[in-house]
């Protein structure tokens, strides 16, 4: 089955610098690669996704980037704030009818002001 | 747009005692997910609903926990009896195609 690796475990940078968190999946079948931010005792929140058929999605301060050869992915945030602090999950799927989503490890981001 | 709706938000029950979860997607939505979250990690998928049916229950441990979802909308998830090691936060989750998921705000169990 999928699994997905995803590094740092935990990663503190300055306010105004960039954070980068990377993830690696092993089933060539997937397709879907969404990301979510959970704050403490908060719901998992959906910021950016993802489809195998492009490389690369922006959005804003976040973008996301997808190298399907090396099947790994990466979720960049620039000018960091405050209120990015957070523990962010990568997760793979094949979508479609077996949209099952297999999560990463989490990263604890904390972003000193 | 309402989002997923769960309740309760917090159990404490002692272990061997019964628990059950609701939880109410996002309207239109036809699948719907349960997913369990232990502390310091990733959710993990215990059951997908395509409306009523359920079409992937592969990681629900069917000797305790049974779910259902009625008319294809509302799913209550039960665990009978409860153990130590179901503490954990339970989350729900729908989508309305094959690929954006959304989640509840969960239920965190604390089993005594």
């Known amino acids: 089955g999928e699994n997905v690796e995803q590094h740092p475990s935990t990663l503190s940078v300055q306010e105004g610098d960039s954070a980068v968190i990377k993830c690696t999946y092993s089933?060539?079948?997937?397709?879907?690669f969404p990301w979510y931010k959970q704050e403490l005792g908060k719901r998992p929140q959906l910021i950016i996704d993802?489809?195998?058929?492009?490389g690369e999605k922006k959005d804003q301060r976040i973008a996301v980037t997808l190298n399907k050869t090396a099947k790994h992915f990466s979720l960049h945030i620039t000018e960091t704030q405050p209120e990015d602090s957070a523990v962010y999950f990568c997760?793979?799927?094949?979508?479609?009818?077996?949209?099952?989503?297999?999560f990463g490890t989490g990263t604890l981001l904390a972003v000193q002001p | 747009e309402a989002g997923v709706v769960q309740s309760p938000r917090y159990k404490i029950i002692e272990k061997k005692q019964p628990v059950a979860f609701w939880c109410n997607p996002i309207?239109?939505?036809?699948?719907l997910y349960w997913y369990r979250q232990n502390l310091g990690q990733g959710p993990e998928l215990l059951i997908r609903?395509?409306?009523?049916?359920?079409?992937?229950d592969s990681q629900l441990p069917k000797d305790r926990f049974s779910a259902e979802r009625l008319k294809g909308v509302d799913s209550t998830l039960k665990i009978q009896p409860a153990e130590l090691g179901d503490s954990a936060v339970y989350l729900c989750?729908?989508?309305?195609?094959?690929?954006?998921?959304?989640f509840g705000p969960g239920t965190r169990l604390t089993v005594t």
């Open positions: 989750a729908s989508s309305s195609q094959f690929y954006e998921q959304y």
């Open positions: 089933d060539s079948a997937s397709n879907y």
């Open positions: 993802i489809r195998s058929n492009v």
């Open positions: 997760a793979a799927s094949m979508g479609g009818a077996t949209n099952k989503l297999i």
């Open positions: 309207s239109g939505h036809n699948t």
């Open positions: 609903y395509e409306n009523e049916e359920a079409v992937d």
